[in-house]
């Protein structure tokens, strides 16, 4: 489903060019769990991003589902977004003036779904992550674990087959962070989800099937 | 750090002071050239226009400065952090209404010039009941002999291009003389309006003879006899029909000899702005007003020539007076000359406002777009495409631009009610004509948004998303 092949990508600052990513290759097969894991700085979130298409590299060839992405222009881009990726963000990014609920309602919007159906998708992720009673807050009414919850609650809704998981635990505590990820394996056991998360705790990479080892943009292991 | 925000607004304001100010001069000519005034450039110079600067600047830096003065010091460190002040509703709905207000206005305005123009064409081409369309009027009030204006008379009837002459007393548009009409012995009479004529009068001015004759054009010298062709008010008021009207008698303050020989449909010998009232041109011996008028109906195809012709035979027939002459069309037109500077005066400020409201806009969706920045990333990621943000963002002001909509027809409607008051003869004001505007400016301010709104949603979402 993913092929990374002598993926570079930098900046230069004056003469100086530093790799955030360097001479990455890595196949991902689809209904695969991968986590990722690397010190902080080592470019997980820079590497989760070119995979979901969000930025730009600058050297090598990325493979999606056969087609090369550096190729693909932005409508076919939004469209694979829309059909196929579902993000959990490191930082959340929820969206401030909307609902716990609209959040979630979100992604349903862009996919032609009737009013009635999505009340019912919504109504059961909300029930899934416990939730319901914080359907109406907005996101700066919740703790960091709770926006969380609401990020991936967001990322399952439109039934994605690649989530993209930026540390989805981190600020949960461990029984949540487990529930997370029986959730998550169950995704990709029954459902054949391809699941990559990043994390920096050896038991949730433990969930996934492979561990990718980052160090300062170069794969380890 | 309040002190601050006075001396950055103080700043701003006194550089828009000067632009203002500097522009103004390029404006002056403009004005001046719209609406005929002679304002000059010195009237800009002097003390009071600099102490008017003056305080308008205390004004506006005091009322701007203290906006974001007193909000910001207001909030807390932690509220700043936390941003939520920037998503409080007051800020945004602060600037709303400024937009809001000031697209209304430009709505009035909108709708406004289009009203004045069509009534103005209105005015234009509305049947008068006679036909200014070539219509000579020669200044005749200074010819003492009255043999030689009917030497010049013949005359030009001999050019080809010449149709009628015809002399009166004044030509419509000028006012004639007010005199009283009076039925049987009744006490209460109507205003009647006299103007001592030719028979010619009618075919030169065009005038629709519904019954009887025009009036005699030589009267024997012992004829005390007044004759009288009356408009449709007079004969409605004494209760006849144009038929039963001719050869009666009439009570028009003209002695007691007056009869009626023809009666002509109503026309509106003064301007639009006033209704038709009773009216008779009448011919008698030593009549109490003299011509002062000479009227030439002609073709105006070849117009310079004729115009030669004719006044070649004036100076040669009426000696030592000058030949003073303007065109009956020309003259009306300049009856509405206040609603014509009124007219451009409109235009100039629509413009205006409709520039200055889509700056706000522009301006508006900017931060609004700015603001979003994040959110339009977010969404993109979650499957949205440019197109349905770009609807998204310029619904939101589709919003507001309605509600100026709502609040501007009203208004509008309002103010050019007022205005068309003043003439008795006007349009209606149409739905559809108020629709189109609005929906003018309702495309100009999406053309406006819009560019903010494609900008904005075409940004690579991961930019905005990591611009925390
Ligand atoms: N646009 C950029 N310009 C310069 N440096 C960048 C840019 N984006 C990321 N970096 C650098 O790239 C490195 C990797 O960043 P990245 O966010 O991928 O780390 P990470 O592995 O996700 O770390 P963490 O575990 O803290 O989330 C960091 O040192 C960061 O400073
Ligand atoms: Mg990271």
Redesign the pocket.
Known sequence: MIELSHLSKW?KTGSLQ?F?LKDINITINKGAFVSIM??????????LNVIGMLDDWDEGQYLFMGEEVGKLKERAKQALHKDHIGFVF?AYHLIDELTVYENIETPLLYQDIKSAERKAIVADMLDRFQIVGKKDLFPAQLSGGQQQLVGIARALVAKPDLILA??PTGNLNSKQGEEIMEIFTRLNKEDGVTIIQ?T?SEKNAAYGDRIIN?LD?RIES | MILRFYADTGLTVLLAIIVGFVMSFGSLYLFNSISGSHLDITDLLGIPTFLFLLVIWFIVTLLAGSYPALLLSGSSALQLMQKKFSRGGADQLFRKILVVVQFSCSIVLIIAIVIIYQQMKFVGNKNLGFNPNGVLMVNISGVRDPGHLESFSNAISQIPQVHEVSQLQVPPGFSASQRSLHKGDEKSDLTLFTCHADGAVVSTLGLKLLAGKTLPDHLSKTDSMVYVVANKKVIDYLGWTPEEAIGRKVQVDLGNNAYIVGVVDDFNFLSLKRPIEPYIYYAANDAPESFNAMLIKMNTDQLASTMDKVQRDFAKYVPAVAFDYSFLDAHLATLYNADRVMQKVVLLFSCLAIFVSCLGLFGLSAFMAEQKTKEIGIRKVLGASSFSISKMLSLNFLKLVLLSIVIGIPVAIYLMQKWLSHFEYRIHISWLVVGLSATTGLLIALLTVSYQSIKAASANPVNSI?AE
């Open positions: 900046v530093t955030l690397g010190p902080s700085g080592s470019g997980k979130s820079t590497l490191q930026d540390e990043v920096h980052l943009g | 990591k």
